[in-house]
Structures are given as C-alpha cells and as structure tokens.
C-alpha cells in the first residue's frame, strides 16, 4: 500500500536561520501533498500545498517543492521563528477510490532563540 | 466559519470498558473522517464517510471499533472493548467535497487514556 516517509524526525535551528524536511511517497499516481503543522495539544492546521502539476508554491516564508520523478517533496521554512516550533506532518493524497491522506511520521521543529 | 468540533477531550476509562466519542464537522462538509494518532505518529486513518456512507473502513478495528454518521452530518466512534494499546488521540476531521484535493480541517481531537 501507499507509504510516506518523512525525515528528519527531529531538527533543531537558530531563530532566523532555514528549516527543510523531506517526504517521500511510493505510489507515483499521488496527486495531492498537504503540510499540516501541529502545535503541542492543539490540532493539524493545513499550512500550504501542492498539487501534482506544480512544481514549487510558496506563501510567506513557508515554500514546499515536488519533483514527481523522485516522488518525494520538501517544506521550506525561511527566517525562522520560535512560534514555528511545532511538529509538522506531510501527506500524498491517493488519486483513485477513496482519496484518502497517508500521513508521514512528522517532524519536530525547535527553533532556538 | 465554526471549526470541527468533538467531544469529550478528554477521557480515561479501564480496559475492557466501552468509550464514545463524538464529532460535529464543519456544516456542508460532505466528508467525514475519524483518524487515531499514537504518541509520536503521524494520523491513521480509520473510517471515512462520504454522507452517511462508509467509503473506506479498511484500518478500522472492527471486532471492536464501530462508526455512524447518521443523517450525513454528526458522526460517533465507539471503542468496545478497549484495550491498552487503543490509548491515543482520537481526531475528527471535514472536507468539503469528495475530491481528496481538499483541504481537510481537523477538531481538537479526543485524547483516550485506557488502564
């Protein structure tokens, strides 16, 4: 079945410096790749996505990449913020019956002031 | 625009006690989704709902776990009986269509303790 793995699971970075994290997927006919970030507690908040025919979208300083080849896509954090600690979750969204997310096993970001 | 909304957030209950947990989606959405996220775990999905019917229920538990969504709107999940390894949060969550392109908007989730 469908897998989404997800590294690193755990980065650490200076306040003001970038942060990546990296999914892979395994079925190539994905088609939907949303980030959710979730704060400790609190719910997973969709935080920006792309959708198989682009190939980078950007908002702010958040950016994600997909190179559909390789299958895998990257989050982009820029000038990072101590309200950007959280844990952020990837996800590839099955094109076919039921559309369903495959999560990855998240990241969590501690950006250190 | 009111969130998803669950309820309790909270419960602790013994093994082999039964548990429900409820959800309200976000009004219009048409897809209903119930996940379990384990300490440290990205979501797993349970059950999904497309109105009141059940399109995927392939990880859900059955011998103990059962879901409704009576009228296409709230939804219950039901653990009976539970066991130790079913502690986890419990999160709803609603899409507007049936797409998979949509954004699905999470609530609070249930968290489950079970001793």
């Known amino acids: 079945g469908e897998n989404v793995e997800q590294h690193p699971s755990t980065l650490s970075v200076q306040e003001g410096d970038s942060a990546v994290i990296k999914c892979t997927y395994s079925?190539?006919?994905?088609?939907?790749f949303p980030w959710y970030k979730q704060e400790l507690g609190k719910r997973p908040q969709l935080i920006i996505d792309?959708?198989?025919?682009?190939g980078e979208k950007k908002d702010q300083r958040i950016a994600v990449t997909l190179n559909k080849t390789a299958k895998h896509f990257s989050l982009h954090i820029t000038e990072t913020q101590p309200e950007d600690s959280a844990v952020y979750f990837c996800?590839?969204?099955?094109?076919?019956?039921?559309?369903?997310?495959?999560f990855g096993t998240g990241t969590r970001l501690k950006v250190l002031a | 625009e009111a969130g998803v909304a669950q309820s309790p957030r909270y419960k602790i209950i013994e093994k082999r006690q039964s548990v429900a947990f409820w959800c309200n989606p976000i009004?219009?959405?048409?897809?209903l989704y119930w996940y379990q996220q384990i300490l440290g775990q990205g979501p797993k999905l349970l059950i999904q709902?497309?109105?009141?019917?059940?399109?995927?229920d392939s990880q859900l538990p059955k011998d103990r776990f059962s879901a409704e969504r009576l009228k296409g709107v709230d939804s219950t999940l039901k653990i009976q009986p539970a066991k130790l390894e079913d502690s986890a949060v419990y999160l709803c969550?609603?899409?507007?269509?049936?797409?998979?392109?949509?954004?699905?908007?999470f609530g609070p989730g249930t968290r489950l303790l079970v001793l």
């Open positions: 009004s219009g959405h048409a897809t």
């Open positions: 996800a590839a969204s099955l094109p076919s019956g039921t559309y369903k997310y495959i």
């Open positions: 969550a609603s899409s507007l269509g049936t797409s998979g392109q949509e954004t699905q908007y």
């Open positions: 709902f497309q109105n009141n019917g059940v399109v995927d």
């Open positions: 792309i959708r198989s025919n682009v």
């Open positions: 079925d190539s006919a994905s088609n939907y």
